[in-house]
């Protein structure tokens, strides 16, 4: 059972890991802003801290502190 646990929690890490990376490649956010997340995500491996991390990125998305990315063709 606890293997189980391991890898649901393991899964769930990688997806917040996966959704960080990509709110990143698609936002410009200010350097403090990503030093800071940088810094608490290698501070702990815990899916639930990485989460609070991704909605501290959210938030600054939505309060329009980062940018969108302009796409270039």
Do not use: W
Not at 17 to 28: K, S
Request: net charge negative.
């Amino acid at each position: 059972m606890a293997e189980k646990v391991d890898v649901t929690r393991a899964n769930m890490l990688e997806e917040v890991a996966d959704r960080i990376n990509q709110i990143i490649q698609e936002y410009e956010f200010p350097l403090p802003v990503l030093q800071d997340v940088q810094k608490r995500l290698s501070d702990s491996n815990c899916s639930h801290y990485a989460m609070q991390q991704l909605r501290y990125l959210e938030n600054n998305v939505q309060a329009g502190i980062a940018k969108r990315k302009e796409v270039l063709n």
